[in-house]
């Protein structure tokens, strides 16, 4: 995945509520960091430092470090006070070498966490459902379909409508015909109660 995509999915996260802002704060300059070492990954950073950075206590760190790691965005190894900074690996570049990749977050699904399933937003995202192509309807299929919902809108005046507009509604192209036939029966509709309405107020005048 790109620096843009990796953001992106992170972002998709937190606005499930799969990670909080701390633990995204925390992706994210990491994320940075690996970004000005030229995506060298691994790669180490002081626990010192990045605390101070993030404004957080070791303890704070470690909770935040550990639910990442949890749900696939990173794995990391412990350093040695003063003598060998953490080792953070970034689990969504390709260039991870002891690190799973993108694959990884459809295991996750498996670790519940608040009723949810983790790492549902990044196999959406692998996976897009694939945008439907929109087809003209036949005469036949419109009939069909207003018949189903007994109505008295004329295919043919249907058809030759929207053929005239190129299929088009407005500045867009249609998406969904049926939705079409449905917006037309409800025009129809009223224009039928405000017309009963106007021909009762005469009455009413004249009586």
Request: proline share 2%; charged share 30%; net charge positive.
């Amino acid at each position: 995945m790109s620096y843009i995509e990796l953001i992106n999915a992170a972002w998709e996260l937190r606005e499930q509520g799969i990670i909080t802002l701390h633990e995204h704060d925390l992706y994210t300059y990491l994320l940075h960091k690996c970004n000005k070492l030229n995506w060298k990954n691994p790669f180490h950073q002081s626990t010192e430092v990045l605390c101070a950075i993030l404004g957080i206590n070791r303890n704070a760190l470690v909770s935040r470090r550990n639910k990442l790691h949890q749900i696939g965005l990173i794995s990391f190894r412990e350093g040695v006070a003063k003598s060998r900074p953490a080792e953070y690996t970034l689990c969504g570049l390709r260039s991870a070498d002891s690190c799973l990749q993108m694959s990884r977050f459809a295991d996750v699904l498996a670790i519940p966490m608040n009723g949810e399933r983790i790492g549902e937003e990044f196999v959406r995202m692998k996976n897009p459902i694939k945008k439907e192509i929109f087809r003209k309807p036949s005469t036949k299929e419109v009939e069909d379909y207003c018949r189903q919902r007994k109505n008295d809108i004329d295919a043919h005046t249907f058809i030759d409508f929207y053929e005239a507009k190129n299929w088009m509604i407005g500045k867009n192209k249609m998406k969904d015909w049926r939705a079409c036939v449905r917006t037309w029966e409800s025009k129809a509709q009223d224009t039928r109660h405000n017309a009963a309405k106007l021909d009762s107020e005469k009455n009413y005048e004249i009586f």
